[in-house]
């Protein structure tokens, strides 16, 4: 099997281990997530990344409003998707984790460097969005275009290279695309939008604290929202990785 890189995956082989052990046998329900992620001492954003990693596996089968239930036993997958993607791949709160940090921080930046056509084009970003949610489509491209507005104000070529490599791995994500197979519906992305326009007012100021905080909020807040979407089980989750207040807020 390939090295296990971070931490989804060794909870994951863990998983796998018992299920190759014999502790568990096809159609036995696994324990839930929170009782998992309390046994091995890491957060529920993790055991929900190691579980879309079996399921991709196609080991488990994880049915909304039922439960994770063991489908296969290493070695028995047919029509097995390459492992090599799988575990190449990175995990969804991973790679949100890393725009949070990232682009909180690009905000600011930006704040101080946009200008009057920069907001023009963020606010025709937000408008198509707005149009997609009307029209109710599953399409984010205004979405990402108003992410890659804003750190294109920066006009510093190596933030625009990072922030479109990690729209990239999202796109080619089968993690993220898994996670979001279990969320029905758009109605969630109009929060989404609101915490857009907020960004976009803080940066027409040109105030780089409340850029800053608005976009690490907004980040926060999608992570929020699809663990809420994605949870099995209920949604009293507890799927903080970090303060939601970045610490250069109280500087």
């Known amino acids: 099997m390939f090295e296990s890189k971070r931490l989804y995956q060794e909870i994951g082989m863990k998983l796998r281990d018992e299920l190759r052990s014999g502790r568990y046998q096809i159609g036995d329900r696994l324990p839930p997530e929170r009782n998992i992620a309390e046994q091995l001492g890491v957060s529920r954003t993790v055991v929900r990344e190691a579980m879309i990693m079996l399921e991709l596996e196609n080991l488990i089968d994880v049915r909304k409003g039922s439960g994770v239930y063991v489908i296969n036993l290493p070695g028995q997958q047919h029509d097995l998707p390459s492992l090599k993607a799988i575990h190449d791949d990175v995990g969804p709160f991973e790679l949100l984790q890393a725009r949070q940090l990232l682009e909180s921080d690009i905000a600011a930046f930006a704040a101080t460097q946009v200008t009057k056509s920069g907001i023009a084009q963020m606010r025709q970003a ?23 507005l804003i750190v294109e104000a920066t006009e510093n070529g190596v933030l625009i290279d990072i922030i ?29 939008l ?20 608005a976009m690490w909020q907004h980040l926060e807040n999608v992570k929020e929202t699809l663990l809420e979407l994605s949870d099995i089980e209920d949604p009293e989750f507890d799927g903080y ?11």
């Open 194 to 213: 609101d915490d857009h326009l907020k960004i976009l007012a803080a940066l027409q100021r040109k105030d780089p604290k409340a850029a800053r905080q």
């Open 241 to 251: 990785l970090f303060s939601s207040i970045p610490v250069a807020i109280g500087e």
């Open 126 to 148: 937000l408008e198509l969005e707005r149009q997609s949610l009307l029209a109710d489509e599953d399409n984010e491209d205004g979405d990402e275009l108003f992410h890659r």
């Open 164 to 192: 479109h490599q990690l729209w990239l791995r999202r796109k080619n994500s089968p993690m993220w695309q898994k996670l979001h197979s279990r969320i029905a519906g758009t109605s969630y992305r109009r929060s989404w």
